[in-house]
């Protein structure tokens, strides 16, 4: 079965700072694709990025970076120079397309506080 | 703003009562999904549905149903409501569904409340 391990529930940092969050999954697929949505305070999911299992170069936007290790199973996200405007959950996803649908399968989130 | 359009926004409802939340997609989005995220379970796919058919279902209670819409909006159902469906309620959307992960983008979510 699918499964989304973020073993860490809350981090805290300061401001500046560099964040790593962890993500690993397990899926018996070999084409599956790996997702990270930011919920801020206000509630709504905000999606960040998606990466297909055959693409496994690391991407970076900005201040955001990723991390997709097959041979370890993980999809790990670093923040770097953290901002208190990044405080936030951040949930890791895994999609399988199986017989037409494509529903995501989540983390259980990390909670990100930065302080100034 | 990611397009997806939810509501209402917030709902206070009784145990016993039954509710209908609303959901568009995005322009040109033909796949609906809705998702559950509470405290002790997290986030939890409910069910799909792709051009106005179901095409997938979770862990979604019998008491809980939904459609799609020729228009392709589409409404969750809660009946019989229990204090324990209380949660966020999210609908998402994305282009294609079979063959084919598209990025699925998430409404602003229902916050229900059952007292």
């Known amino acids: 079965a699918q499964k989304v391990t973020q073993a860490q529930t809350e981090i805290s940092v300061v401001e500046k700072e560099d964040v790593t969050l962890d993500c690993v999954y397990e899926t018996r697929d070999t084409t599956y694709y790996l997702f990270w949505y930011k919920q801020p305070p206000s509630g709504e999911l905000v999606f960040l990025i998606r990466r297909n299992s055959f693409d496994e170069q690391n991407e970076i936007s900005g201040r955001y970076s990723w991390n997709f290790q097959k041979s370890t199973s993980s999809f790990n996200f670093t923040i770097t120079a953290s901002q208190v405007v990044d405080s936030a959950v951040y949930f890791c996803?895994?999609?399988?397309?199986?017989?037409?649908?494509?529903?995501?399968?989540f983390g259980k989130g990390t909670k990100l506080t930065v302080n100034p | 703003d990611s397009g997806v359009t939810q509501t209402p926004k917030h709902l206070i409802t009784a145990t016993g009562q039954r509710v209908t939340l609303r959901c568009s997609p995005r322009?040109?989005?033909?796949?609906v999904y809705w998702y559950q995220q509470s405290l002790d379970q997290g986030l939890q796919f409910l069910i799909q549905?792709?051009?106005?058919?179901?095409?997938a279902k979770g862990n979604i209670l019998e008491r809980f149903s939904a459609q799609q819409f020729p228009d392709l909006h589409s409404e969750l159902n809660l009946s019989s409501l229990e204090l324990g469906d209380s949660a966020l309620y999210f609908c998402?959307?994305?282009?294609?569904?079979?063959?084919?992960?598209?990025?699925?983008?998430f409404g602003p979510g229902t916050r229900l409340t059952v007292l």
């Open positions: 322009s040109g989005d033909l796949s």
């Open positions: 996803a895994l999609s399988e397309s199986r017989g037409g649908s494509e529903k995501l399968v």
């Open positions: 998402a959307s994305s282009v294609v569904a079979g063959g084919f992960t598209d990025t699925q983008y």
């Open positions: 549905y792709y051009n106005g058919e179901e095409r």
